[in-house]
C-alpha cells in the first residue's frame, strides 16, 4: 500500500499550472467549478456525475474553508482565484485518483484472499501497485482509476455474497455496481459477475443465498437507484444525456483522429502489452485459464468481467489506452495465481513447501520489475518541467512588459501564458494563426501581420502534430529563432518508441530513451526589430 501511493504521488503535479497537460482534466474542473458554486446539473454528461460531484464536493470544502480563513469574500472571488491559481484545483482532482488507485489495491488483496490464498492476494497486490498503465492513468484527475477501484469494490463483496449468502453483501454489491456505473457508464459491465453469483454459479455456493428472483430484483433496483441518486440529472436533463450517450457510442465506434484498426488488437498490442507490459498481460491469461481448469467457479468469477469489457470496449475504433485501466487489477489477480502455482510446483518439486512464500516473492519480483522499472521512468519523466511551461518563463522572462504572442497547432501543445488577477491573459495576446490567409488574429479581431513571438510545435503525435505550421518565407527575414525548447529526441534506429497515439498526452508507454520531458518541441521565433 505505502509503495502504491509513494509511485502515484511521485510526480502527481506534472505540467501544472497548464490546464491540457492532461486531457479532459479541464472539463472535470469546470463542470466541478460550476456544481460547486450552486449548479447542481452538470450540463455534461460524457461521464457520469459521481466523480463530477466528489471532486465538486472537494472545491465546495476549499471554498468553505477559504471564507472562513478570509481568502475569499464571496463566490466571485473563489471562481477568480480558480482561474488565476487553477493548480490547486486540478491537483485535487488528481488526488481523488490517487487515493483510489492505492485503495484498489486494498481491495484486491481483500478479494484475492478470499477466492484464493493469501500468497497469491499479496503478489497480486504487490503487482498492481506497480502495474504501470494503472500507476500511469492514477496522477490523471479524470474518471477511469475511480471507476476501476468501484468496481473492484463491487467483486469484492460479490466474493463475500458467495460465501455469506448474507443480505448486508447483497446491497453493497448492488450500491458498488451502481457507483461504478455511475463514475464510468461502461464500468455498469460489472453487473455481469454480480449476476453470475445471484445465478448459483459463484464460488463456494452456499444454500444461504438469496433466492435468485428476490435477489435479482434487489440488486437491480439497489443498483439502479445508487446510479440515480448520484447522477441524477440522467434523468432529469434526459434530453442531453440521451445525446451524449448517442455520441460516445459512436464516438467508440467510429474512432478518434490516427486509425488503430480494430480495438481488439490495439489494446491488446498498445493499451495492454506497451502500456501494461507482456510479462503481467501474459502471465494474467494464463493465470485465468488454469484457475478455470482448476476451479471453473472461481475462474468464471475472475474473468467475466475483465473479457466482456475487453470484448465491448475492443469493438469499436476510439482506442485510448484509459480505456483499459479496468482490465488491470483482475490480470494482476490472473497473474498472482499464476506466480503462486508455480511456486508451489516448484517447491514441491525440491521437496520443501516450507519455501512457497519466498519462491513467490521471488518469482514476484522477476515479474513486476519490468513494470516497476516502466514507473520509475514515467514518474521520473512526470517531475520534470512540461516543455510548455519552461516555454512560457522564457516569453516571460524576454518579454517583461508584455507581448503578442502567435501559436499554431492543436490546443493541447500550447503554451499558457501567465494570467492576471481578472483572469485575463492582459500583457500576452494569444494570436492564432490561419494557414489560409497566413496571419494571426485573436478570435473575432483584425488580423495581426506580424506578432511579437512565434511559437511552433513539433509532435510525437500524428493526429496532433501540426498541418500547416508558419512557412519558412513568412519566418525569414522577419524573424530569428529565439530558443528551442526540447522534449523528445529522435527516435534512433532500432528504437521502438509507443505513444498513447490517439490522446493528447505527451509522454510515452514506451520507449523512453531520448524523451527528456512532457510536452511538444517548442520552436520560439522573435520578430526582429
Known amino acids: 500500500m505505502a509503495l502504491a501511493a509513494a509511485v502515484r504521488l511521485w510526480g502527481v503535479e506534472f505540467g501544472l499550472p497548464h490546464t491540457l497537460a492532461r486531457p479532459d482534466e479541464d472539463a472535470v474542473f469546470g463542470v466541478a467549478r460550476s ?43 473563489f471562481i477568480q482565484q480558480s482561474v488565476v491559481h487553477v493548480s490547486g484545483f486540478l491537483l485535487l482532482s488528481r488526488l481523488v485518483s490517487v487515493a483510489a488507485g492505492t485503495a484498489t489495491v ?59 449468502g448474507s443480505p448486508r453483501d447483497l446491497c453493497a454489491m448492488a450500491v458498488a455496481a451502481g457507483l461504478a456505473a455511475s463514475t464510468k457508464y461502461n464500468a455498469a459491465i460489472v453487473a455481469l459477475p454480480c449476476l453470475l453469483v445471484l445465478a448459483g454459479l459463484g464460488p463456494r455456493h452456499q444454500p444461504r443465498l438469496p433466492r435468485r428472483l428476490p435477489g435479482l430484483v434487489v440488486f437491480g433496483g439497489l443498483a439502479l437507484a445508487a446510479f440515480l ?15 451524449a450517450l448517442i455520441f460516445e457510442i459512436q464516438h467508440l465506434r467510429t474512432g478518434h483522429g490516427v486509425d488503430l484498426g480494430p480495438g481488439w488488437i490495439a489494446h491488446l498490442t498498445i493499451s495492454l502489452g506497451s502500456g501494461l507490459g507482456v510479462e503481467i498481460l501474459a502471465l494474467g491469461v494464463i493465470g485465468w485459464i488454469v484457475l478455470t481448469i482448476r ?45 503462486a502455482r508455480f511456486a508451489t510446483w516448484l517447491t514441491r518439486r525440491v521437496n520443501r513447501p516450507d519455501l512457497r512464500p519466498a519462491a513467490a516473492a521471488a518469482l514476484a519480483l522477476i515479474v ?58 492582459g500583457r500576452y495576446p494569444m494570436l492564432e494563426y490561419n494557414p489560409k490567409q497566413r496571419t494571426f488574429a485573436e478570435p473575432g479581431h483584425r488580423p495581426v501581420d506580424a506578432p511579437d513571438v512565434i511559437v511552433i510545435q513539433q509532435s510525437p503525435l500524428p493526429h496532433y502534430a501540426e498541418a500547416s505550421p508558419p512557412s519558412r518565407d513568412l519566418l525569414e527575414g522577419r524573424y530569428t529563432l529565439g530558443t528551442i525548447v526540447p522534449a523528445f529526441a529522435p527516435e534512433r534506429p532500432g528504437q521502438r518508441r509507443v505513444y498513447d497515439w490517439q490522446d493528447a498526452f505527451y509522454v510515452p508507454l514506451e520507449g523512453f530513451e531520448g524523451v527528456e520531458r512532457p510536452g511538444p518541441n517548442l520552436l520560439i521565433y522573435v520578430r526582429r526589430r
Open 35 to 77: 456544481i460547486a458554486t450552486g449548479d447542481l446539473n452538470p450540463h455534461f454528461f460524457s461521464y457520469p456525475s459521481l466523480f463530477l460531484y466528489t471532486v465538486a464536493a472537494l472545491y465546495a470544502a476549499y471554498f468553505h474553508l477559504g471564507q472562513l480563513a478570509g481568502w475569499f469574500a464571496t463566490e466571485a472571488d
Open 229 to 243: 441518486v448520484v447522477s441524477p440529472y440522467t434523468i432529469l436533463d434526459w434530453p442531453a444525456f440521451r445525446d
Open 106 to 164: 486494498w481491495i484486491l488483496y481483500r478479494m484475492a484472499r478470499r477466492l484464493l490464498d493469501a500468497t497469491t492476494a499479496t503478489v497480486a497486490a504487490a503487482l498492481l501497485a506497480v502495474a504501470a498503465l494503472h500507476v500511469r492513468d492514477s496522477h490523471f484527475g479524470v474518471t477511469d482509476v475511480t471507476a476501476t477501484c468501484l468496481l473492484a469494490g463491487a467483486l469484492l463483496f460479490a466474493t463475500r455474497l458467495a460465501e455469506s
Open 295 to 339: 476451479d471453473w467457479r472461481t475462474g468464471v468469477l475472475v474473468w467475466s468481467f475483465p473479457v466482456v469489457y475487453y470484448l465491448a470496449l475492443g469493438s469499436g475504433r476510439s482506442v485510448f489506452v484509459r480505456y483499459m485501466v479496468p482490465v488491470v487489477p483482475f490480470l494482476a489477480l490472473g497473474a498472482g495465481y499464476a506466480v
Open 368 to 425: 513486476a520489475s519490468p513494470s516497476a522499472m516502466r514507473v520509475v521512468r514515467l514518474d521520473r519523466l512526470l517531475s520534470q518541467p512540461d516543455s510548455r511551461l519552461l516555454a512560457a518563463r522564457w516569453i516571460e522572462s524576454a518579454f517583461p512588459d508584455g507581448a503578442s504572442v502567435g501559436q499554431s497547432g492543436v490546443r493541447y501543445g500550447r503554451v499558457q501564458l501567465t494570467v492576471d488577477s481578472s483572469g485575463r491573459v
